[in-house]
């Protein structure tokens, strides 16, 4: 009979598992040092990074949860869904579940059991958000890697109201926890701009 697999090893393989299928992304965008990675994977590796410095004591499950928060993401592109609230809604809720069963069935195959698979997806579905302490720090976290990464580029593409809507529906999704971080991040004097005028 072969020894059992250790959790440590377990949790190192579901990780690079994830990571190997994120690695199918069309998309591409530069890394800190200006290296080419597939979107999703340095977005996985974003989320990872930020929930270490955020939560260093973040159990297993939200360790997976925060690395697959947006595994295989393009497979359900925007496109599918009217370019109204509606569609929007609807999509967001679809990637939730793709998200969670996902991950789920790569968990399994790298030897989890179901209630850990079950417990992940219940924080990529944002399950209890207000209530769930674990949930709402993966929120937090979301955020953070929102407004550290991608907050700039999205901000070039839309006028100031809408930024200052974006930021104030962002704020109300943080904890207090996640708000005291959210200062803290090396914002540029604009993005402070923005965040002092939404936050009035």
Known sequence: MSAEISPDLRFTRTLAAFDEANSHDPRQELDENGVAVAYEVLYARRMSQMLQRFCPQASEALQLAAHSQHIERWTLPRELYSFDRKGYL????????????????????????????????????????????????????????????????????????KLIDILQKTWRKMSEAGHQAALSLPLTDEEKTLVAKALA
């Open 90 to 161: 609807q999509w967001r809720s679809d990637l939730k579940l793709r998200h969670a069963s996902r991950a789920g069935e790569i968990m399994l195959a790298q030897g989890y059991d179901s209630a850990m698979c079950e417990r992940v997806a219940a924080l990529l579905k944002k399950e209890k958000l207000k209530s769930d302490e674990e949930s709402q720090a993966l929120e937090d976290v979301i955020c953070l890697v929102f407004l550290q990464f991608y907050f700039s580029e999205f901000s070039k593409a839309h006028d100031e109201a």
